[in-house]
């Protein structure tokens, strides 16, 4: 690599680095704690296979108090103990419902269809699409929806804190903040409405109901897999406005438990949240150029090879990103150390990804399987 290559390389990183500073210091958490709404808000939870989380979601949702009128869960052709959970948690709470997903119609995804439906039975003036595997803090539901009104928002979403528990959760899982606040601008997207800016949670979406229903709701996106951020896209070109804030005191997830885990989780997501095969390329490509090859030649560095020393900062760079990003979204220090490590995964998922859903035969995600356009197979 020239001279000029590794001085490109590193401007590119220093630029990243000023955005992630920017990110970590001006990305806003809801600062409305304690307001009071008097409007009502409904719950809503899809849930396929969930006996696992669902107890302990239904509980951090029946502390929210009196906002909360209602809290439907949406059993999607569950085959585990996630029905007889929601019918005992009835006889505690009698704002705890379930609703059971009819056949998945051809070309929606599951959770969309779930959500669609859940949003169909509810009465609130705001409703919580709130994932089972999500922990809400008490009085968070008052709190996001006092933020919304004073934010003048129809749609809010709580970016949530990661729960990481085993070792390849705190080594991995940190990438996922990695990926979107090393080149998503969040404070600007406070700033300006484009539709670009858009972003959003699936964990944790608040939306005022009269609006998701003039908009279309998930009809917006019946068909995405990546459908939150699309979602949050598709509010912002409608006219209307919808923002993401750092909601981690608000809403903790614990989004996969193992290896495997991660690697479904991230190979679902991966290939489809990008809408031209080329962008995607694009994508693999920055991550490997500008995240993953500064600390290739860190050997030939101590060696003695100082000519490549553009490449030793950019290393650098790139460790104080992370350490910024593990103070903000309270990672171990040592997931820092192991960002090399993790790059190799992202890319190696990525091209699982990519391989899944253009040669092989999509992706399986709870005994489904997904395809791009998220027809059944």
């Not at 996969?256 to 095969?277: C, E, H, M, T, V």
Request: charged letters at 20%; a neutral charge; aromatic letters at 12%.
């Amino acid at each position: 690599m020239t001279t000029g290559l590794m001085l490109i390389l590193l401007l590119i990183n220093l630029l990243i680095l000023a955005l992630v500073v920017w990110n970590t210091r001006a990305w806003p958490a809801p600062s409305a704690n304690g307001k009071t709404c008097a409007e009502t808000c409904s719950i809503l939870i899809p849930a396929r296979n969930e006996e696992e989380n669902l107890g302990d979601c239904l509980d951090s949702a029946m502390r929210q108090g009196n906002p909360v009128v209602e809290i439907i869960v949406c059993n999607d052709h569950s085959e585990d103990a996630t029905a007889e959970i929601v019918e005992n948690y009835n006889k505690i709470d009698p704002r705890i419902r379930m609703i059971n997903a009819s056949g998945l119609p051809e070309g929606w995804c599951g959770k969309n269809f779930a959500c669609a439906l859940l949003a169909a039975e509810a009465r609130g003036d705001w409703m919580l699409f709130l994932d089972a595997d999500a922990r809400l803090s008490p009085d968070a539901v008052s709190c996001m929806m006092a933020e919304a009104g004073q934010r003048d928002c129809t749609l809010l979403s709580s970016w949530p804190g990661l729960v990481l528990e085993s070792a390849w959760e705190r080594a991995l899982m940190p990438m996922l903040n990695f990926l979107v606040f090393t080149l998503f601008p969040a404070p600007l997207s406070l700033r300006r409405d484009d539709p670009s800016l858009g972003l959003a949670h699936g964990a944790c979406i608040l939306v005022k109901r009269t609006e998701y229903e003039a908009t279309g709701g998930h009809w917006l996106v019946f068909d995405k897999i990546f459908e939150d951020t699309e979602l949050a896209r598709a509010w912002r070109a409608s006219g209307r406005h919808g923002f993401c804030l750092d909601g981690q005191d608000l809403v903790r997830v614990r989004m996969y438990d193992s290896l495997g885990g991660i690697w479904q989780g991230f190979q679902k997501n991966i290939f489809p949240a990008f809408s031209r095969a080329f962008s995607f390329w694009l994508f693999l490509g920055f991550h490997a150029a500008c995240f993953l090859t500064p600390f290739a030649i860190l050997p030939w560095l101590a060696m003695g090879y100082w000519r490549l020393w553009p490449l030793g900062v950019s290393a650098l760079c790139i460790l104080l990103m992370r350490a910024l990003q593990a103070q903000r979204f309270r990672y171990p220090a040592w997931s820092v150390l192991v960002h090399p490590l993790a790059e190799v995964m992202l890319i190696a998922i990525g091209l699982s990804s990519w391989w899944s859903f253009q040669v092989g035969r999509g992706v399986s995600w709870k005994g489904r399987v997904y395809v791009r356009s998220c027809r059944r197979e």
